[in-house]
């Protein structure tokens, strides 16, 4: 079964850094596309970085290009997401998600959400 | 960046009605769209990929068709534990866009 854990989110100010972990089981992390999708309070989702299976490469959002940074350790089965110049309109519920193939954004499986507040 | 429409925004609909909700892409996205399923404070649950193929483990009342720009998720016969918002989403290129969502409601 697979299963995806985020964790990291917390309340900080605007301008700070943050990081966001995800740990993957049940499958053979390295060989998946995974992604971060995130949802502000009562809005929809939006994708915002994706990391490929095998080293396929990584891409970001335009709202987020520039200050987040997705990486993986494959040993560790974890995706992360470096969070830096933190802004109010980050403010969101971030999701780990897996891709159906290595460079497939189409997200079969989902964690459960760890929540991001950017407020002074 | 391609941009994803759907509509309705709303739907109310009775246990036992066929719902279609409908998805419009602002440039061809060949079959690369997927349907997702939300409920409130749940993370969102893959229903659909490649525009018509059901994933696994979901029930067979879900069906999903179109290619180009037009797409629509049906709903054969609705159940109880239908009533959330439902999304589509391109993935045929960058930047993996989102619908607005569908929020069905009962009636």
């Known amino acids: 079964e697979v299963q995806l854990l985020e964790s990291g989110g917390d309340l900080v100010q605007p301008g700070t850094s943050l990081r966001l972990s995800c740990v993957a089981s049940g499958f053979t992390f390295s060989n998946y596309l995974m992604t971060w999708v995130r949802q502000a309070p009562g809005k929809g989702l939006e994708w915002v970085s994706g990391s490929g299976g095998s080293d396929t490469g990584t891409k970001y959002a335009d709202s987020v290009k520039g200050r987040f940074t997705i990486s993986r350790d494959n040993s560790k089965n974890t995706l992360y997401l470096q969070m830096d110049s933190l802004r109010a309109e980050d403010t969101a519920v971030y999701y780990c998600?897996?891709?159906?193939?290595?460079?497939?954004?189409?997200?079969?499986?989902w964690g459960q959400g760890t929540l991001v507040t950017v407020s002074s | 960046d391609i941009q994803m429409t759907q509509s309705p925004s709303t739907l109310s609909a009775s246990v036992g009605d066929r719902v279609t909700i409908t998805c419009r892409a602002s440039q061809t996205i060949s079959s690369w769209l997927a349907w997702y399923q939300q409920k409130p404070g749940k993370a969102p649950k893959m229903l659909i990929y490649?525009?018509?193929s059901l994933q696994s483990g979901v029930p067979s009342r879900f069906s999903g068709s179109g290619s180009g720009t037009e797409f629509t998720l049906t709903i054969s016969s609705l159940q109880p534990d239908d009533f959330a918002t439902y999304y589509c989403?391109?993935?045929?290129?960058?930047?993996?866009?989102f619908g607005q969502g569908t929020k069905l409601e009962i009636k």
């Open positions: 490649k525009s018509s």
């Open positions: 989403q391109q993935y045929y290129t960058y930047s993996y866009t």
């Open positions: 998600a897996k891709g159906s193939y290595k460079d497939s954004y189409d997200f079969t499986n």
